[in-house]
């Protein structure tokens, strides 16, 4: 039973232009969540996070929106470039001792 | 570089064998993580320590697991008797108390048990 869903497996999008990567969650009590980027044989690099009492964050090119009344949350990334190309992982802390319920990810593409 | 190591990067075994994984968290960070990471999936929580005490262990940590953090600085994740659905990504990740909520990652030991 997947308490954090990326259901898009990947996403491909044109250089320049804005990439929306979306997440889903099951569990209300979930109090902050993550986004991570992964490059093949590398580990998760933090991007952005928010708090659950938030609707948005923003850091630079990076905005995460979360809706709690729908139990979901987007990463908007604008303008995407080539270097953002990776799995971007959606990430809630569930866990008592600050564990992370990670979503399968969803690998992006961003064209020249 | 100051960030989480993590040896070896890459280990293949024979079924059977036993092996043994090192983490160096961010100095001073007194929260330490282990993941894994299989194929198509997102990491998945294995155990936790805060200083030396692990504080929590996930039911995907099987008896043939045990980790370790002796004095609050490096741990090891050792496998016995490994078997190929061992084989995954171990990632191991950092955090300093009080100091936000982000967990810093080391790169992983891929794990490939023949």
């Known amino acids: 039973d997947q308490q954090v869903k990326q259901n898009s497996p990947s996403l491909s999008v044109q250089e320049g232009r804005i990439s929306i990567l979306n997440c889903d969650y099951t569990?209300?009590?979930?109090?902050?969540f993550l986004w991570y980027k992964k490059y093949p044989a590398e580990g998760p690099t933090f991007l952005i996070s928010?708090?659950?009492?938030?609707d948005k964050n923003e850091d630079g090119r990076f905005t995460v929106f979360l809706n709690k009344s729908a139990k979901h949350l987007s990463l908007h990334i604008v303008p995407s470039q080539p270097g953002d190309s990776a799995v971007y992982f959606c990430?809630?802390?569930?866990?008592?001792?600050?564990?992370?319920?990670f979503g399968k990810g969803t690998k992006l593409s961003v064209k020249p | 570089d100051t960030g989480v190591s993590q040896n070896p990067r890459h280990k293949i075994t024979k079924r059977g064998q036993n092996v043994t994984f090192r983490c160096d968290p961010i100095?001073?960070?007194?929260?330490l993580y282990w993941y894994r990471q299989t194929l198509g999936q997102g990491p998945e929580f294995l155990t936790y320590?805060?200083?030396?005490?692990?504080?929590?262990k996930s039911r995907l940590l099987s008896d043939r697991f045990s980790a370790e953090r002796p004095k609050g600085s490096f741990s090891t994740l050792e496998i016995q008797r490994t078997e190929q659905g061992d084989s995954a990504m171990y990632l191991c990740?950092?955090?300093?108390?009080?100091?936000?909520?982000?967990?810093?990652f080391g790169p992983g030991t891929r794990l490939t048990v023949l």
């Open positions: 990740a950092s955090t300093l108390t009080l100091a936000g909520d982000e967990q810093f």
């Open positions: 569990n209300s009590m979930f109090d902050y």
């Open positions: 990430a809630a802390r569930g866990g008592s001792q600050g564990n992370l319920i």
């Open positions: 320590f805060q200083n030396e005490a692990q504080l929590e």
């Open positions: 928010i708090s659950s009492i938030k």
């Open positions: 100095s001073e960070h007194n929260r």
